[in-house]
């Protein structure tokens, strides 16, 4: 008796077989040349009439016997995917994480589709928005998101102003130059805010997400090293479909 991964390990290459030669067999099925023959023979109508050789053409392909071989070779593809999914009824693991289990006795099926669903968790979680580093965190409760420590910035406006370069004359008026000086109206208090996730938390959920598929892959070896018992019903089929 076979176990569950070898049968799987054949599986493929049986059904590359399989396929190749209902194939081929269909293919030839449909060329007409090779079902028909002939047999002529010629007889002049006299003695002294022209002797023609006879001619004749053997049939190449018999239906019945593509069907024949047809049925062979599906028999064993009919078998094996039978024993693989009959022992896929049975193999079941627990899914293990630090010595906890996750879920028990699981059958490899859904362990195949747990495989697939936590590539895609992965690359969800890794792509996670993560909290800017240059700034310091802390969470507002009243928000419900992290928030940044107040940071109070002045608001200055550019007032301008008379520097008197040369004072008035009895014969020049005075020399006066306008500038202008930034002077301090108000304060800003700006506080900022951000939905994303603190770098550890992201880190945390990969470790996570990464144990679960390790336990994951080792529940399906252990699955599918269950024993897989031969099971015979493709020529009950295939001899139902042309007996």
């Known amino acids: 008796m076979a176990k569950l991964n070898q049968v799987i390990a054949i599986e493929k290459g049986v059904k590359a077989k399989a396929h190749q030669e209902l194939t081929e067999a269909h293919q030839q099925l449909q060329k007409p040349s090779l079902l028909a023959g002939i047999s002529r023979s010629y007889r002049p109508k006299d003695e002294e009439g022209e002797q023609l050789p006879s001619e004749s053409t053997k049939v190449q392909l018999k239906a019945d ?20 999914e009959w022992a896929n009824c049975e193999a079941r693991a627990d899914v293990t994480v630090d010595g906890n289990v996750i879920a028990a006795q699981v ?14 968790l992965h690359t969800f979680v890794k792509k996670l928005p993560v909290l800017d580093a240059s700034e ?6 009243s928000a419900d998101c992290w928030a940044t420590e107040a940071l109070q910035t002045a608001k200055t406006k550019k007032i301008p102003r008379n520097h008197v370069k040369a004072e008035a004359t009895d014969k020049h008026p005075a020399q006066v130059e306008l500038y202008y000086e930034d002077v301090v109206v108000g304060t800003w208090r700006t506080v900022k805010f ?3 996730l603190p770098a550890r938390r992201v880190n945390e959920l990969l470790v996570r997400v990464e144990k679960l598929q390790q336990a994951v892959k ?5 699955a599918n090293g ?12 295939l001899g139902y479909l042309f007996g």
């Open 136 to 141: 310091s965190w802390l969470f507002d409760a």
């Open 65 to 84: 016997d593509a069907i024949r071989r047809t049925v062979e070779t599906l028999v064993e593809l009919f078998d094996v995917t039978a024993t693989k």
């Open 218 to 222: 080792f529940a399906r070896e252990e």
């Open 107 to 120: 059958p490899v099926t859904y362990l195949l589709f747990l495989e697939k669903q936590l590539v895609d």
């Open 226 to 237: 269950a024993k897989a018992e031969d099971k015979k019903v493709g020529r009950a089929v």
């Open 194 to 196: 951000s939905g994303a």
